[in-house]
């Protein structure tokens, strides 16, 4: 991932959500693949069911149910 020397502004980058990093002109970012692969086993097919179990454990697209008022809290 090159920033193009014809952009106007610099770049922001995250990792795993952390400390974001700037990329200025001229910068360059590259990705591999790691030695080490991470072992995933998919019941259904490799492609939905490996995101559908990402989504289920890190609970994208889910709102948490809210409780009801009080009686208490009604009065206010």
Known sequence: INLSPDARNTAWVSFDGRKRQEICH????TIITSCF???SICFRDP?????ESLATCLHWN???????????DEEF
């Open 62 to 72: 889910v709102r948490k149910k809210q409780n009801c008022f009080s009686s208490e």
């Open 47 to 51: 492609v939905t069911d490996w995101f």
């Open 26 to 29: 001229g910068d360059s970012i």
């Open 37 to 39: 692969p991470v072992p």
